[in-house]
């Protein structure tokens, strides 16, 4: 498949720059003519299928190309010609691109940065990280709505704020109040209809149970305070109702934004090769081998499965470390004793336990459930014993040392099994399609560069991948452990 596609790629960029890139010496010319390289980069990202994986290879493509062009001052060594085509191999077969954020770095440092909330109930100093399922703190203060209450009479600066659980530095009064009873008991109340003027005095004659009174006082609507007194003091309590105001807009429920920022720092993986001048010829001879070629394969291969382990690895201690046991299940792939449905017939029990994993990776992350499970091929013999088992994946692309694809319950799963993952464990993560929502984060800055190194009178080889990682929300992990 390789090698017609290369085929093409290198007949469609001959045909628009008029360089064949396949022929030595030729490769600078495409990298520094920007129609003729887009073509070759296309050309190589055609058959990839997935457009977020074509668009990550483009950005890689060009950071390859720009790192060739660096470090080759004069001309391009026979090997760096292998490199863009290497990279197109292995890059599909990275398990870990289909289960994290991969975020393409352009320099060998950069920093991402993400929008954290804090909210603050009304009236209170506690802040909770968003999102929030409890307390409720949106709910605010009954402001705005009318508030009616009693209060002795006679009084001095009486705060009718208070009574609604505030203070004069958060609101005020409306000028709505008005006093709508009078009592000479405390209990029975007689209906009136007392309004101050706008300034806020007020002053009324009133019938308690016979007795004549005279109400009068003030209220202090920016305080949120009133004065009243009788003159007789027949009457003991009056009866009102007010507003209070919102327009200060202090004691809302607040939320405080941080920019998070995370820094990632592109890290080396390189691999040698060493062989003889007699051995290449001989394998060409005989048996028409490019040695060259089939060393850049494997060590391209191992480079691959060593990034993926390296992730792999840390998503699990990720959820060992950070996550409580919510974030762990288990389930045996022998039937208890007494079960008599046979083994296939248990195996469709595995959907409880990843169900209750995908769910708490929603409660906790408050974004989305989990949506991937990454496993080894003997584990995956498990899901495939299920009823909603569909195998997606192709073996001319993912293949061996590679993965393969498939989903479960109705596409809610995608399944990625690959024989660096452990035996005995089930990875469930949360695959966000945006970057804000990353859970972790590969970010690849030259993915595959090749050198002639070390330099001798040994033909060697060495392959360099350079790339950064970074965990942003544990979580987002959960494991399932599989027993016998």
């Not at 290497?86 to 993400?114: C, G, N, Q, W």
């Not at 101050?196 to 308690?208: I, K, N, Q, R, Y």
């Not at 083994?343 to 209750?356: Q, S």
Request: proline share 5%; aromatic share 8%; net charge negative.
């Amino acid at each position: 498949m390789l090698k017609e596609l290369l085929t093409e790629v290198y007949a469609t960029t001959k045909k628009i720059s008029g360089v064949d890139p396949s022929k030595p010496g030729n490769l600078k010319a495409v990298l520094v003519d920007d129609a003729a390289f887009a073509a070759y980069a296309e050309g190589l990202a055609e058959s990839i299928e997935n457009k977020a994986d074509r668009a990550a290879f483009m950005t890689l493509a060009e950071n390859t190309r720009i790192n060739l062009l660096e470090n080759s001052m004069f001309q391009i060594n026979p090997y760096e010609t292998l490199t863009l085509p290497i990279l197109r191999v292995f890059y599909p077969k990275l398990v870990a691109k289909e289960a994290v954020t991969v975020s393409p770095m352009d320099k060998p440092e950069t920093i991402k940065a993400f929008i954290t909330a804090k909210f603050s109930p009304s009236n209170s100093s506690s802040q909770y990280n968003a999102p929030v399922l409890t307390p409720d703190v949106s709910q605010g203060v009954a402001v705005g709505t009318p508030v009616t209450a009693t209060m002795p009479c006679p009084s001095s600066a009486y705060d009718v704020l208070a009574v609604a659980g505030i203070t004069s530095t958060e609101a005020h009064l409306e000028r709505d109040f008005e006093i709508t009873g009078v009592s000479a008991d405390g209990t029975a109340f007689t209906d009136v209809a007392i309004v101050p003027a706008v300034e806020g005095h007020f002053s009324s004659s009133v019938d308690v149970g016979g007795s004549a009174d005279v109400i009068s006082g003030k209220v202090d609507y920016l305080n949120g305070t009133v004065d009243v007194s009788s003159t007789t003091g027949t009457v003991v309590a009056v009866r009102y109702s007010v507003t209070t105001s919102l327009e200060e807009n202090r004691i809302n429920p607040r939320v405080t934004l941080n920019v998070d920022k995370i820094r990632l720092y592109a890290r080396d993986r390189q691999i040698s090769a060493n062989w003889t001048i007699n051995m290449e010829q001989d394998m060409r001879a005989l048996f028409d081998i490019s040695i060259q070629a089939e060393i850049v394969n494997i060590l391209g291969q191992q480079v691959a499965l060593d990034i993926d382990r390296e992730i792999i690895s840390a998503l699990i201690t990720a959820n060992t470390r950070l996550n409580d046991a919510t974030h762990t299940r288990s389930f045996t792939r022998t039937p208890p004793v007494g079960y008599t449905w046979g083994t296939k017939y248990w195996h469709e029990n595995i959907v409880v336990p990843l169900n209750e994993l995908s769910g708490q990776i929603y409660t906790d992350t408050n974004i989305e459930a989990g949506n991937t499970i990454l496993c080894n091929p003997l584990d995956a013999a498990i899901l495939e014993d299920l009823q909603t088992f569909n195998y997606t994946g192709t073996s001319s692309v993912d293949g061996d040392l590679g993965y393969r694809s498939a989903t479960v319950a109705g596409g809610k799963w995608k399944v990625l099994t690959s024989a660096v993952v452990n035996q005995g464990t089930m990875l469930m993560v949360y695959k966000p399609v945006e970057e804000l929502k990353a859970i972790y984060f590969y970010s690849p800055y030259v993915p595959a560069v090749l050198h002639p190194y070390p330099l001798g009178y040994t033909p060697s080889l060495t392959i360099l991948s350079r790339y950064a990682t970074a965990l942003v929300r544990s979580g987002g992990i959960a494991t399932l452990s599989i027993g016998a």
